[in-house]
């Protein structure tokens, strides 16, 4: 694994000084294309191509008037060359002109290329050109960020696939609840208050149907009032408080799942109440977001926003809503099978008989509620042979996908895609169902073939209306969507509770996409709070900083973003999104960290 990241960093690095090698060879003065003109001035992915056009004109004149003049148009790297083709030249009084538009495919390798002009004159064919000049350097790939369930080596393997559920309930989803416990100014202790109680009784209600708890995390939260204090002590004291509570009215059997934390002198908490605050306009909105992704300290940004108008009724109205603690639950369905039916279905496991004392239900929550992989297959082949069902098959197909995210194994992979498709469309043979149309499109994303995956997703939105599974599959609709250009469309599939810092990337990559820069900084920061250690969240807030022109706050956030993941530093190498900064110390000093 450490070889591969190696020659992965050592061929970025002589991309890098390709790159830089590059700039110096142009950097002589043009002498006949000075005037040439390429838009947009920097290449961008955008629907399966990259597109540009370049306009421009050589000057004729008495002495140094080019002789039989030809123009060329070469994207090239140390690897790869694509010869573009001549460029027509109009003759003129007093120059040759020229325009054309250019629509290319879009090959991975295109990403570190160079788009150069090459000028060649006289009767004699020269290998050589006269003359050449760098166009653009780099295409902007910024939509292939979105995640679509592709393991990385230095990332968690993602939870891909959808399981059909073994009974009414899908005990495969995890479902994700936030509640909110409120406290009295610069207190910490416990107040019974109706809301309060509610609030501990819907807690209730949600275990009760969701036991299977993953995570409990605690936020302790103080808002900026004086009364509330000047250090970050009274919002862990409330989220220990509020720990303290559920453990006294025994809401949870295992105590030490649950995960306290604060935050203090972060405006994140009070963005997102003024998202969804009625009292203010759009425009009143973005004073307060422009100054809130300023990348100024705590402190100035509240100076600032107290000179907008109105901020004191904004204060009187929110600054309350911020004496809390926020629990986020993330729980499942319970399930299983009892010890007698256990030892039944082991039984059988090694038998060669086609009956079974156990029913249908009794294989499938067996499978379902198994952690192993490997017991996965077990039942679900045993349950094909036993069953006319489209669930074993899918279900099977759903575990060859997960063997395939966890082998870095080219051919394997695809080996095991290959053995889910087939799985898959056994199943659809049985029955249309939109879980094996889901897993149909996920295959056919990861494989790199969007428009397919897209089509499967799309029929797989029409057959249910389950709110869980409608997450999940339009959260993957949204990621291809962005990769195919439909950015704005992208930002609508968002719209769902989700808990895990990929699809909140997902979200603030298809608003910033979309130049709504607001949405897509609290998308990013709410990814980065969910997972600390995920750098994709703070390459989309390099991503914003860069496009406001605030370059320190880009370096920043970019070093967070390469400590996190090779990947990201690869991606830093060769975007030139951040060509402004590369010409900066900093720049090349983060990367002699990494």
Known sequence: MSALLFLKARKSFILLIFSCLSIVSYAQEARYLKEINIKPQQLEYFRDSVRFSIEGKISIESVMSPRNPELKLLLKTTDNVLDLGDVELQKNLGDYSFYKDYVLEFEPWMEGAILEAQLFQGKKVSQEPFESVQLAKGVITTPFLAKIGRVNPDEPIPNIGLYIPAGIVNRNLTKTKEFQIFFNPGAFNYVGSARNEAMLSEIRAFLMENPSITSI???????????????????????????????????????SIIEVGARWNDWFDLRLLIRDYAGLSTSKKDEYYTILMNGDDYLSQRSQMEKIAGFSQLSRQLFPQLRMAKIEIQAKPGSGLGIEKMSILEKELNGNSSNSQLTFQDWASAAETSPSLDDKTEIYTKMTEMFRSSLPYNNLAVVKIQEAQRTLDRDLKENLWAEAEWLLNQALRLEESAYILHNLGQIYALKGEYWTAYKYLSDASVLTRDPDFLMRN???????????????????????????????????????????????????????????GFGYGYYGLALIAINSGQNEVALIQLEKAVNASEVLYEKSLVDPSFDDIKSDPKFFEILRKK
Do not use: C, H
């Open 474 to 532: 339009e959260s993957l609709r949204g990621a291809l969507d962005i990769i195919r250009g439909d950015y704005k469309l992208a930002t609508l599939r968002f719209e769902y509770p989700f808990s895990n810092s990929f699809d909140f990337f997902n979200k603030g990559l298809a608003s910033f996409l979309s130049k709504d820069y607001a949405s897509a900084s609290l998308a990013f920061e709410e990814s980065v709070m969910r997972d600390r």
């Open 217 to 255: 995390k605690i936020i302790g939260i103080q808002s900026p009032e004086q009364a509330e204090g000047k250090n970050s002590k009274l919002g862990m004291d409330r989220a220990m408080t509020v720990k303290d509570e559920l453990i006294s009215r025994k809401l949870f059997l295992r105590d």
